[in-house]
């Protein structure tokens, strides 16, 4: 990918997320780039031997957790809940001395119902914030709950004065570089709240195998480059294909691999995701598990993933190559059936391997 004439800089090529980042000229807060992780309570981990997940089994697979270098729980699936139990309490407790935040997916409409009871409870109990279901709040009655609990943050869709702003423009994009470039720039370009970009849409088709997971490491290495926060679904950092509520295949080699002791019908969960196991894939340097760890630690601790505007460079047919303004990172993707030359500097992390030195098809670089 040659970086052709310097920087492409239309008049809509240099784009800026400005909503926030004067309110915090020194320290920024800790939601501002963070990795939230949300969790179908249900089907992550059972730590009772019931066959389904609980807020017990989450706590006791907190250090994978901080392996994986993610900064918030989300916990979905469990709005019902007390907000007084006594498992939550220990999972707060437990995962504020692993340094996670923990925030509650809810559905709540401000313009059908006072938020105040509704989210009062969980904010008294100590849940930072909120994953707010796609609403609308013009009248930011969200907003007036957590004024008076500081540091507390919702993550929102639609129209409301969010913290972070969710949104799957990426994965609504395909795997193209024209359409993916323009789901970036469009979303940069709104000023509006930060962006909490997410890649949770996920094809039905049961098994994924090398070729299918291409695009989908290459679109991880393109989500975590850019300005702003995160959002993941578990499993989705192993490669796990499918819509509906996945259970979180952690070891062994028979079914349920590790979810559950339960003895059970577990025939819902295809036999050849034994390769897609957190076991399997830790030992395997070259798994997508990997490439997730290995991208969400440099994401943290590289000096170079910072600044909040993007400049876009020159770049062949279906490529398209993006630096970070105020750093040195470049992040470029190759959505052509050819490899294609790289933008000049040191690879940090790829994909997929390169092709004689060039990016490979269907697959994503970091330089600097």
């Known amino acids: 990918m040659v970086l052709t004439g310097g920087p492409d800089l239309g008049a809509k090529d240099l784009v800026m997320q400005q909503v ?3 309110d915090y000229l020194g320290e920024r807060p800790w939601w501002f780039d963070a990795v939230c992780y949300q969790i179908d309570v249900g089907a992550f981990a059972d730590a009772d031997g019931d066959g389904v997940g609980d807020l017990d089994g989450i706590r006791g697979r907190l250090g994978y957790l901080e392996l994986l270098g993610v900064d918030v729980i989300v916990l979905a699936g469990m709005a019902s809940s007390d ?3 006594p498992a939550l309490a220990r999972l707060l407790g437990e995962a504020r001395s692993n340094g996670l935040r923990v925030l509650l997916a809810i559905d709540v409409d401000p313009a059908r119902t006072d938020p105040d009871p509704v989210l009062h409870p969980w904010l008294d109990n100590g849940i930072d914030g909120f994953h707010l279901a796609p609403r609308n709040d013009p009248a930011d009655a969200v907003g007036a709950v957590l004024a008076d609990y500081p540091d507390r943050i919702v993550i929102g869709s639609g129209t409301g004065n969010w913290h972070l702003l969710f949104g799957l423009g990426l994965a609504v994009a ?45 679109m991880a290495l393109v989500q975590l480059a850019l300005p702003g926060a995160v959002c993941l679904r578990h499993g989705e950092e192993l490669g796990l294909p499918g819509t509906e509520r996945i259970r979180m295949p952690w070891e062994g080699l028979m079914r349920p691999f590790g979810f559950s002791a339960a003895r059970a019908d577990w025939s819902s969960i295809p036999h050849d995701w034994v390769h897609f196991t957190v076991e399997a894939q830790l030992e395997d340097e070259e ?19 910072s600044g909040d505007e993007v400049e876009w460079f020159g ?3 279906d490529c398209f190559a993006f630096r970070r303004v105020g750093s040195s990172l470049i992040c470029a993707l190759n959505t052509s059936a050819e490899p294609v030359p790289l933008p000049p500097g040191e690879v940090l992390l790829s994909s997929r391997p390169l092709v004689a030195g060039e990016l490979s098809p269907g697959s994503a670089a970091w330089l600097v």
Do not use: C, K, N
């Open 174 to 218: 395909g795997f193209s570089a024209g359409p993916v470039r323009e789901a970036i720039t469009t979303v940069l370009e709104s000023h509006g709240p930060r962006p909490a970009w997410a890649m949770a849409s996920r094809d039905s088709t049961r098994i994924r195998d090398h070729a299918a997971l291409t695009p989908v490491r290459a």
């Open 315 to 317: 770049a062949p047919e």
């Open 83 to 85: 907000p007084v139990s």
């Open 20 to 22: 926030g980042t004067q």
């Open 287 to 305: 798994s997508t598990l990997s490439l997730y760890r290995h991208a969400l630690e440099m994401r943290a601790t590289h000096p170079a993933f």
